[in-house]
Protein backbone atom coordinates (compact mmCIF):
# COMPACT_ATOMS: atom_id res chain seq x y z
CA UNK A 1 0.00 0.00 0.00
CA UNK A 2 0.98 3.73 -0.66
CA UNK A 3 1.62 5.90 1.99
CA UNK A 4 -1.67 8.65 1.81
CA UNK A 5 1.29 11.38 2.26
CA UNK A 6 2.44 9.70 -1.20
CA UNK A 7 -1.16 10.17 -3.74
CA UNK A 8 -0.41 11.75 -6.57
CA UNK A 9 -0.54 15.33 -6.47
CA UNK A 10 0.40 17.67 -9.08
CA UNK A 11 4.17 17.01 -10.42
CA UNK A 12 6.00 13.77 -11.86
CA UNK A 13 8.77 14.39 -9.05
CA UNK A 14 6.65 13.60 -6.58
CA UNK A 15 4.68 10.37 -7.69
CA UNK A 16 8.54 8.92 -8.61
CA UNK A 17 9.52 9.94 -5.02
CA UNK A 18 6.82 8.53 -3.37
CA UNK A 19 7.07 4.81 -5.37
CA UNK A 20 10.26 4.62 -5.40
CA UNK A 21 9.94 4.57 -1.10
CA UNK A 22 7.23 2.11 -1.71
CA UNK A 23 6.81 0.05 -4.29
CA UNK A 24 9.13 -3.07 -6.01
CA UNK A 25 11.30 -1.58 -8.83
CA UNK A 26 9.21 -3.03 -12.01
CA UNK A 27 6.42 -1.62 -10.93
CA UNK A 28 8.21 2.02 -10.71
CA UNK A 29 9.33 0.91 -14.16
CA UNK A 30 5.50 1.19 -15.07
CA UNK A 31 5.11 4.70 -14.47
CA UNK A 32 8.26 5.56 -16.03
CA UNK A 33 7.46 4.16 -19.67
CA UNK A 34 4.03 5.08 -19.51
CA UNK A 35 5.38 8.57 -20.04
CA UNK A 36 5.48 10.83 -16.96
CA UNK A 37 4.22 14.45 -17.19
CA UNK A 38 2.17 16.95 -15.32
CA UNK A 39 -1.14 16.74 -16.78
CA UNK A 40 -1.02 12.58 -16.43
CA UNK A 41 -1.96 13.21 -13.23
CA UNK A 42 -3.31 16.78 -13.04
CA UNK A 43 -6.77 16.97 -11.65
CA UNK A 44 -9.23 18.86 -12.85
CA UNK A 45 -11.57 20.71 -10.22
CA UNK A 46 -14.99 21.81 -11.83
CA UNK A 47 -15.50 25.81 -12.15
CA UNK A 48 -18.72 26.76 -10.10
CA UNK A 49 -21.16 26.67 -13.83
CA UNK A 50 -19.58 23.25 -14.70
CA UNK A 51 -21.44 20.97 -16.74
CA UNK A 52 -21.47 17.35 -16.10
CA UNK A 53 -22.62 14.26 -18.95
CA UNK A 54 -23.43 11.52 -16.40
CA UNK A 55 -22.29 7.91 -17.24
CA UNK A 56 -23.35 5.07 -15.73
CA UNK A 57 -24.87 6.71 -12.80
CA UNK A 58 -21.26 8.73 -12.67
CA UNK A 59 -20.72 12.61 -13.36
CA UNK A 60 -18.19 13.27 -15.46
CA UNK A 61 -17.25 17.15 -16.00
CA UNK A 62 -17.85 18.49 -19.66
CA UNK A 63 -14.86 20.26 -20.84
CA UNK A 64 -14.50 22.92 -23.81
CA UNK A 65 -12.33 21.20 -25.98
CA UNK A 66 -11.71 17.64 -26.74
CA UNK A 67 -7.72 18.19 -25.80
CA UNK A 68 -9.38 19.44 -22.47
CA UNK A 69 -11.77 16.00 -22.21
CA UNK A 70 -8.95 13.91 -22.97
CA UNK A 71 -6.32 15.30 -20.53
CA UNK A 72 -9.11 14.63 -18.41
CA UNK A 73 -9.52 11.04 -18.91
CA UNK A 74 -5.38 10.73 -18.49
CA UNK A 75 -6.22 12.56 -14.50
CA UNK A 76 -5.42 10.39 -11.98
CA UNK A 77 -8.37 7.90 -10.75
CA UNK A 78 -9.11 6.95 -7.01
CA UNK A 79 -11.70 4.35 -8.78
CA UNK A 80 -11.77 2.19 -12.35
CA UNK A 81 -14.90 2.96 -13.00
CA UNK A 82 -14.71 6.70 -12.54
CA UNK A 83 -11.87 6.13 -15.37
CA UNK A 84 -13.94 4.07 -17.38
CA UNK A 85 -16.55 6.53 -17.27
CA UNK A 86 -14.45 9.53 -18.38
CA UNK A 87 -13.38 7.53 -21.67
CA UNK A 88 -16.95 6.81 -22.26
CA UNK A 89 -17.66 10.18 -21.88
CA UNK A 90 -14.90 11.30 -24.08
CA UNK A 91 -16.18 8.80 -26.72
CA UNK A 92 -19.84 10.05 -26.70
CA UNK A 93 -18.78 13.83 -26.75
CA UNK A 94 -15.90 13.54 -29.86
CA UNK A 95 -16.67 10.72 -32.01
CA UNK A 96 -15.27 12.61 -34.67
CA UNK A 97 -12.26 12.69 -32.64
CA UNK A 98 -11.49 9.25 -34.23
CA UNK A 99 -8.07 8.64 -33.33
CA UNK A 100 -7.88 9.86 -30.34
CA UNK A 101 -11.32 7.85 -29.49
CA UNK A 102 -9.01 5.00 -30.92
CA UNK A 103 -6.88 5.58 -28.02
CA UNK A 104 -9.70 6.15 -25.35
CA UNK A 105 -10.76 2.27 -26.74
CA UNK A 106 -7.42 1.07 -26.03
CA UNK A 107 -7.96 1.97 -22.42
CA UNK A 108 -11.78 0.95 -21.90
CA UNK A 109 -10.33 -2.43 -23.24
CA UNK A 110 -7.56 -2.39 -20.54
CA UNK A 111 -9.45 -1.83 -18.20
CA UNK A 112 -11.20 -5.00 -18.69
CA UNK A 113 -8.48 -6.98 -16.45
CA UNK A 114 -9.62 -5.08 -13.43
CA UNK A 115 -7.65 -3.04 -11.02
CA UNK A 116 -4.77 -5.31 -11.45
CA UNK A 117 -4.18 -7.67 -14.36
CA UNK A 118 -2.26 -9.96 -12.19
CA UNK A 119 -5.72 -11.37 -10.72
CA UNK A 120 -7.98 -10.88 -14.32
CA UNK A 121 -10.40 -13.72 -14.37
CA UNK A 122 -10.43 -15.75 -17.41
CA UNK A 123 -13.71 -14.00 -18.25
CA UNK A 124 -12.05 -10.70 -18.08
CA UNK A 125 -9.08 -11.38 -20.56
CA UNK A 126 -11.89 -13.19 -22.93
CA UNK A 127 -13.61 -9.82 -22.96
CA UNK A 128 -10.67 -7.72 -23.09
CA UNK A 129 -9.47 -9.72 -26.06
CA UNK A 130 -12.93 -8.72 -27.73
CA UNK A 131 -12.68 -5.38 -27.22
CA UNK A 132 -9.04 -5.21 -28.79
CA UNK A 133 -10.36 -7.12 -32.08
CA UNK A 134 -13.82 -4.62 -32.24
CA UNK A 135 -10.95 -2.10 -32.12
CA UNK A 136 -9.15 -3.26 -35.08
CA UNK A 137 -12.11 -3.54 -37.54
CA UNK A 138 -13.79 -0.17 -36.47
CA UNK A 139 -10.10 1.73 -36.53
CA UNK A 140 -8.36 -0.55 -39.21
CA UNK A 141 -6.97 3.49 -40.79
CA UNK A 142 -4.95 4.07 -37.90
CA UNK A 143 -1.81 1.86 -37.83
CA UNK A 144 -0.78 2.99 -34.43
CA UNK A 145 -3.85 1.99 -32.83
CA UNK A 146 -4.08 -1.20 -34.58
CA UNK A 147 -0.75 -2.60 -34.41
CA UNK A 148 -1.69 -1.79 -29.89
CA UNK A 149 -4.14 -3.39 -29.97
CA UNK A 150 -2.72 -6.98 -31.64
CA UNK A 151 0.07 -6.41 -28.84
CA UNK A 152 -2.57 -6.66 -26.09
CA UNK A 153 -4.04 -9.45 -28.05
CA UNK A 154 -0.87 -11.34 -27.85
CA UNK A 155 -0.07 -10.45 -24.62
CA UNK A 156 -3.53 -11.31 -22.79
CA UNK A 157 -3.25 -14.91 -24.20
CA UNK A 158 0.30 -15.56 -23.92
CA UNK A 159 0.77 -14.14 -19.96
CA UNK A 160 -2.52 -14.11 -18.84
CA UNK A 161 -4.61 -16.98 -20.51
CA UNK A 162 -1.09 -18.74 -20.40
CA UNK A 163 -2.17 -19.92 -24.34
CA UNK A 164 1.68 -19.40 -25.66
CA UNK A 165 0.62 -20.73 -29.27
CA UNK A 166 -2.09 -18.36 -29.61
CA UNK A 167 -0.06 -15.38 -28.05
CA UNK A 168 2.53 -16.34 -30.57
CA UNK A 169 0.10 -16.25 -34.06
CA UNK A 170 -0.65 -12.28 -33.18
CA UNK A 171 3.10 -11.11 -32.05
CA UNK A 172 3.29 -12.61 -35.61
CA UNK A 173 1.06 -11.14 -37.27
CA UNK A 174 1.95 -7.75 -35.39
CA UNK A 175 5.30 -8.15 -36.70
CA UNK A 176 4.23 -8.92 -40.81
CA UNK A 177 1.45 -5.86 -40.71
CA UNK A 178 3.36 -3.37 -38.88
CA UNK A 179 7.16 -3.66 -39.01
CA UNK A 180 7.67 0.38 -39.03
CA UNK A 181 5.06 1.44 -36.47
CA UNK A 182 6.53 3.27 -33.59
CA UNK A 183 6.07 2.55 -29.98
CA UNK A 184 3.26 4.79 -28.70
CA UNK A 185 4.08 5.45 -24.66
CA UNK A 186 0.50 6.75 -24.30
CA UNK A 187 -1.13 4.34 -21.77
CA UNK A 188 -1.27 1.33 -21.01
CA UNK A 189 2.51 1.01 -22.11
CA UNK A 190 3.83 -2.54 -23.18
CA UNK A 191 6.08 -2.49 -20.03
CA UNK A 192 5.26 -6.23 -19.09
CA UNK A 193 7.41 -7.07 -22.37
CA UNK A 194 10.44 -6.09 -20.30
CA UNK A 195 10.07 -7.29 -17.04
CA UNK A 196 12.92 -9.56 -15.49
CA UNK A 197 12.02 -12.62 -13.81
CA UNK A 198 11.05 -11.87 -10.02
CA UNK A 199 14.15 -12.57 -8.28
CA UNK A 200 16.11 -10.40 -10.95
CA UNK A 201 16.89 -6.24 -10.18
CA UNK A 202 15.37 -4.38 -13.83
CA UNK A 203 18.03 -2.94 -15.21
CA UNK A 204 16.94 -0.31 -18.35
CA UNK A 205 16.84 2.70 -20.06
CA UNK A 206 14.06 5.21 -20.59
CA UNK A 207 12.12 4.36 -23.92
CA UNK A 208 13.81 6.30 -26.63
CA UNK A 209 10.39 6.27 -29.25
CA UNK A 210 12.26 6.79 -32.10
CA UNK A 211 14.50 3.41 -31.57
CA UNK A 212 11.18 1.11 -30.91
CA UNK A 213 8.54 -0.38 -32.58
CA UNK A 214 6.06 -2.71 -31.98
CA UNK A 215 7.54 -5.28 -34.36
CA UNK A 216 10.82 -5.50 -32.02
CA UNK A 217 8.99 -5.65 -29.34
CA UNK A 218 6.39 -8.86 -30.99
CA UNK A 219 9.69 -10.61 -31.93
CA UNK A 220 10.97 -10.39 -28.33
CA UNK A 221 7.93 -11.90 -26.78
CA UNK A 222 7.77 -14.74 -29.77
CA UNK A 223 11.56 -15.32 -28.76
CA UNK A 224 10.54 -15.30 -24.95
CA UNK A 225 7.54 -17.69 -25.38
CA UNK A 226 8.43 -19.97 -28.41
CA UNK A 227 9.43 -23.58 -27.58
CA UNK A 228 10.47 -24.05 -31.00
CA UNK A 229 14.43 -23.45 -31.60
CA UNK A 230 14.30 -22.79 -35.06
CA UNK A 231 11.31 -19.90 -34.60
CA UNK A 232 13.44 -18.29 -31.52
CA UNK A 233 16.22 -17.78 -33.68
CA UNK A 234 14.26 -16.56 -36.74
CA UNK A 235 12.62 -14.25 -34.40
CA UNK A 236 16.04 -12.79 -32.91
CA UNK A 237 17.67 -13.29 -36.22
CA UNK A 238 14.89 -10.72 -37.38
CA UNK A 239 15.46 -8.39 -34.72
CA UNK A 240 19.37 -8.19 -34.94
CA UNK A 241 18.91 -7.56 -39.11
CA UNK A 242 16.16 -5.21 -38.78
CA UNK A 243 16.38 -3.46 -35.53
CA UNK A 244 19.39 -4.18 -34.12
CA UNK A 245 18.78 -0.50 -32.49
CA UNK A 246 15.97 -1.16 -30.72
CA UNK A 247 15.76 -1.68 -26.85
CA UNK A 248 14.42 -5.20 -27.52
CA UNK A 249 17.38 -6.29 -29.56
CA UNK A 250 19.56 -5.83 -26.26
CA UNK A 251 17.28 -8.40 -23.94
CA UNK A 252 16.50 -10.19 -26.84
CA UNK A 253 20.25 -10.94 -26.56
CA UNK A 254 20.58 -11.63 -23.21
CA UNK A 255 17.29 -14.29 -23.44
CA UNK A 256 18.80 -16.04 -26.89
CA UNK A 257 22.03 -16.38 -24.75
CA UNK A 258 20.13 -17.41 -21.20
CA UNK A 259 18.60 -20.22 -23.20
CA UNK A 260 21.33 -21.45 -25.13
CA UNK A 261 20.19 -21.39 -28.97
CA UNK A 262 22.82 -20.82 -31.65
CA UNK A 263 26.01 -20.44 -28.76
CA UNK A 264 28.40 -19.95 -31.83
CA UNK A 265 26.32 -17.27 -33.64
CA UNK A 266 24.31 -15.76 -30.23
CA UNK A 267 28.25 -15.15 -28.95
CA UNK A 268 29.63 -14.01 -31.62
CA UNK A 269 26.49 -11.21 -32.09
CA UNK A 270 26.85 -10.49 -28.20
CA UNK A 271 30.30 -9.18 -28.73
CA UNK A 272 29.27 -7.25 -31.48
CA UNK A 273 26.36 -5.76 -29.55
CA UNK A 274 28.51 -4.61 -27.22
CA UNK A 275 31.04 -3.03 -29.09
CA UNK A 276 28.46 -1.17 -30.95
CA UNK A 277 27.27 2.45 -29.73
CA UNK A 278 23.75 1.90 -29.68
CA UNK A 279 24.08 -0.76 -27.04
CA UNK A 280 21.97 -0.36 -23.79
CA UNK A 281 24.17 0.30 -21.39
CA UNK A 282 21.98 -1.02 -18.38
CA UNK A 283 21.04 -4.48 -19.94
CA UNK A 284 25.24 -5.01 -21.12
CA UNK A 285 25.94 -6.09 -17.68
CA UNK A 286 23.84 -8.94 -17.88
CA UNK A 287 24.67 -9.85 -21.45
CA UNK A 288 28.39 -10.54 -19.72
CA UNK A 289 26.94 -12.33 -17.32
CA UNK A 290 25.39 -14.87 -19.55
CA UNK A 291 28.78 -14.60 -21.91
CA UNK A 292 30.63 -15.57 -18.68
CA UNK A 293 28.38 -18.22 -17.64
CA UNK A 294 28.75 -19.86 -21.11
CA UNK A 295 32.15 -19.23 -21.95
CA UNK A 296 32.98 -20.40 -18.11
CA UNK A 297 35.35 -16.79 -18.14
CA UNK A 298 35.39 -13.89 -15.53
CA UNK A 299 33.59 -15.84 -12.86
CA UNK A 300 30.60 -17.18 -14.89
CA UNK A 301 29.19 -20.84 -14.28
Excluded at 42 to 59: C, G, H, R, S, T
Excluded at 69 to 77: E, H, I, K, P
Amino acid sequence: MLDRSCRPQSTCKKILFCLYRNVPMWLLLFFILTGCNDSSIQQYPPAENQKFLEIDEIKVPVFNTAEEQLNYTRSWFAETQDKRAALRAFRRLYPEEKKSSGVAALELAYLQLGNDFRFALEHDCFAAIKDYREILMEYKEFDAISAKALWYIGWIYANLLNDKEKGIDHYVELANKYPAEQVSLLPPAPWVSIIYEADETINTALYNQQMNHWAALALLEILKHSEDGEQTWQAFDTLWQKYRQDKATGFALKVILKRRVQVEKALARARQYMEKDFSNVHILGDIQKEINAITGSGGGA
